[in-house]
């Protein structure tokens, strides 16, 4: 065991040493090629734990390297040492956070930090659960509202009565319209609401649509502000979609679970002005507080609400009458055995503290504006949407009579093959951008220079090369 263990911690610490160098972001190979070169196959016969390490070091020979300064792809990047310590304990002692009874440690834990996340929000009274996404927080939070709208769904279902409808931006994510699905709504009765240039909801549409929705003998229950966009980084304006949750009596859900965490900053945290005044908050840890996946959490304003969601539980096998009963999680959670993730968070957060959080999302800031500035200096770039927080969106200019979009997703293609740097892209008004994300506060500003200069070089590199040449 010990041999087997300081081995394993030698291929780790190899890892990231790896991550800190000029080593590629990803070796990589086509599906075909890279199926070949890896032992996928079961056999009869168990092997040795010797062959379990080699298969470690060929995963991580393979793997993307979320650590490397140049992975740039999602809305997450970066390593941490205290939480991927925290990860590794909660593998070690492998429990679940339904019961107190066998989660003692944890159930204390989130309970105290679902507590301190409320409090940068201002719910006073107010509670909370992880869970395993945000996509999870915004089903939970639309279910959670269908709930509180009809009082006897849990028994009755939908049948008979008349349709719900529920409101989020054209920019919002897609997973409420799984949502809609999974809960018996209708993807047709989630309403898609028309955003300005900066990629924020336009409340005076949303106010047509609720009014067109009551004409129509609908009704409004559900109205879901983005806080960051995936793609222009966009926060809705909170306060004044909260004025119309009130005067037409719907939930407010805020999916932050990108840009939630600027409320950390005081710089910044007006972005999220009125949030206080939202039914429920996602918020994902795991994106820019750098906690390993899967950390994220549903808040709500009022204490008690979860528990209302569920059937009576008649599991007396698992929920026992206790003195320690009052703190079984499971009781307001839609999943039984779960994960303890808070752990990974909690001692992250006591290492940085809220000044050193504070100060890694007030880098993401930095990063950002810097990244703009460069863009906007360089005479072959340009930029495709104001930078409202943590994404860039740009590309590298086409000659005339040259396809953009094309040009671009080579480029971006290019650079991930080859393993410089992964950016993803997304479309701002059909105009295919590199979407730059600040997601790793260890970046400094010569990543970003060197970052600029791959995409200027492969640009000119392609549109030098010989016509039969060009890939895009």
């Known amino acids: 065991m010990r041999e087997t263990l300081k081995r394993l911690f030698e291929l780790i610490d190899d890892y990231l040493n790896i991550t800190a160098t000029d080593h590629p972001v990803v070796n990589y190979l086509p599906p075909e090629e890279l199926s070949a070169r890896l032992p996928l196959t079961i056999g009869e016969d168990g092997e ?9 070091s060929t995963y991580l020979k393979y793997a993307v390297q979320t650590g490397n300064p140049f992975f740039l792809n999602q809305l997450y990047a970066g390593f941490n040492m205290p939480a991927f310590i925290g990860d590794v304990i909660t593998s070690l002692t492998n429990t679940s956070i339904y019961t107190y ?39 939970v939070s639309m279910f959670t509202a269908r709930n509180q709208k009809i009082s006897d769904v849990k028994q009755s279902g939908l049948y008979g009565q008349k349709p719900l409808i529920a409101y989020v931006s054209d920019q919002a994510h897609y997973s409420f319209g799984t949502a ?22 336009i409340v005076s549409d949303l106010v047509d649509h609720i009014e067109g929705s009551i004409a129509s003998g609908h009704v409004p229950f559900f109205i879901g502000a983005t ?40 710089n910044h945290r007006h972005l999220l002005n009125g949030i206080g005044r939202a039914d429920s908050f996602a918020w994902d840890p795991h994106k820019l507080m750098n906690i390993p996946l899967i950390c994220a959490a549903l808040l709500v304003k009022k204490k008690g609400i979860f528990n209302q969601n569920l059937i009576a539980l008649d599991t007396d096998y698992l929920y026992h009458e206790s ?23 909690w001692l992250s957060w006591k290492y940085h503290g809220d000044a050193g959080y504070e100060k890694r999302v007030m880098r993401l800031f930095d990063l950002a504006d810097y990244m703009a500035e460069c863009v906007s200096r360089a005479d072959n770039l340009e930029l495709l949407a104001p930078v409202q927080s943590f994404t860039v969106c740009f590309r590298y200019k086409a000659p005339a009579g040259k396809d ?11 650079l991930w093959t080859r393993g410089q740097c992964m950016v993803n892209y997304g479309y701002v008004n059909e105009r295919l951008a590199i979407r730059f994300v600040a997601a790793n ?26 016509g039969d040449e060009m890939k895009y």
Not at 180 to 201: F, Q
Not at 235 to 263: N, Q, T
Not at 404 to 414: E, G, S
Request: proline share 2%; net charge negative; aromatic share 6%.
């Open 323 to 345: 003195e320690s009963c009052a703190y079984d999680l499971g009781k307001k959670s839609i999943q039984c055995g779960r994960r303890v993730d808070v752990l990974k968070l």
């Open 441 to 466: 506060p260890d970046l400094d500003n010569s990543h970003i220079d060197r970052f600029i200069s791959y995409i200027q070089e492969e640009g000119a590199r392609l549109l030098a090369a010989p």
């Open 404 to 414: 953009a979009n094309a040009l671009n997703k080579t480029i971006r293609d290019n």
């Open 227 to 266: 806080a960051g966009t995936t793609v222009k980084g966009a926060f809705d304006p909170i306060d004044e979609i909260a004025d119309r949750c009130k005067e037409y009596g719907c939930w407010l859900h805020v999916d932050g679970a990108f840009g939630g965490s600027a409320i950390l900053s005081r």
């Open 180 to 201: 809609a699905n999974m809960l018996g709504l209708g993807v047709g009765n989630l309403v898609k609401i028309k955003t300005d240039a900066g990629g924020r909801m």
């Open 101 to 139: 009874e066998v989660a003692p440690v944890a159930v204390m834990m989130e309970l105290e930090l679902v507590k301190k996340m409320n409090e940068f929000t201002g719910f006073t009274d107010g509670d909370g659960t992880f869970l395993t996404g945000g996509s999870n927080a915004n089903l």
């Open 48 to 56: 040795d734990i010797k062959q379990s390490l080699e298969h470690i």
